[in-house]
């Protein structure tokens, strides 16, 4: 079975760091390109980061420089390292496997597996 | 960066209706467009990709449609465990994968 199951989440202070963990199950995670999406409590989706399958990674403005996104492949798990956090960290947080497929000739990539997420709250 | 709205944020409907939501990008996306549902306290499900690509396993009711800055999701006989918040989400300018605000579809 494809799943993929977040971990880490927790209390944190604000100017803390957490490592929140990502394990997949039923596929490869480094053949894959994997995001992070977060909601805050009561908000949309924010997309957060993704590591390509190649190894490239990029973020989302709002979390550059703070946050980083990792994989082990030997443990078939995607990581975010999240540090000098802040209030408005606080999430729930997801990892998405964001794969692809043809449609009409075009490859168009989606978030097709999602966990079930991991709580993160900054506050002092 | 590709900005994304969706209207309306909110509408109430009874099981059977035909419920329509729109969500319109900044700038040109082609058909590089998805669809999510999410439910109170669970994480988004994949409904539509492409546009119009419905995935597998999601009913037939529902239905995308569009391409360049307009965007339609439809649900063409609104069931009950259909009630929910759904996210249109851009992949043309990746790596940012924008979403959408959300609409939530409750009971009328």
């Known amino acids: 079975e494809v799943q993929l199951v977040e971990s880490g989440g927790g209390l944190v202070q604000p100017g803390g760091s957490l490592r929140l963990s990502c394990a997949a199950s039923g596929f490869t995670v480094s053949s894959n390109y994997m995001s992070w999406v977060r909601q805050a409590p009561g908000k949309g989706l924010e997309w957060v980061s993704v590591i390509y399958s190649g190894g490239s990674t990029y973020y989302a403005d709002s979390v550059k420089g703070r946050f980083t996104i990792s994989r082990d492949n030997s443990k078939n798990t995607l990581y975010l390292q999240m540090n000098s956090l802040r209030a408005e960290d606080t999430a729930v947080y997801y990892c998405?496997?964001?794969?692809?497929?043809?449609?009409?000739?075009?490859?168009?990539?989606?978030?097709?597996?999602w966990g079930k997420g991991t709580t993160v709250t900054v506050s002092s | 960066d590709i900005q994304m709205t969706q209207s309306p944020s909110s509408l109430s409907a009874s099981v059977g209706d035909r419920v329509t939501i729109t969500c319109r990008a900044s700038q040109s996306i082609s058909s590089y467009l998805n669809w999510y549902q999410q439910k109170p306290g669970k994480a988004p499900k994949l409904l539509i990709y492409?546009?119009?690509s419905l995935q597998s396993g999601v009913p037939s009711r529902f239905s995308g449609s569009g391409s360049g800055t307009d965007f339609t999701l439809t649900i063409s006989s609104l069931q009950p465990e259909d009630f929910a918040t759904y996210y249109c989400?851009?992949?043309?300018?990746?790596?940012?994968?924008?979403f959408g605000p959300g609409t939530k579809v409750d009971i009328k």
């Open positions: 989400q851009q992949s043309y300018s990746t790596p940012g994968f924008t």
């Open positions: 492409a546009a119009s």
């Open positions: 998405a496997r964001t794969t692809g497929g043809y449609s009409l000739g075009y490859y168009y990539y989606y978030m097709d597996v």
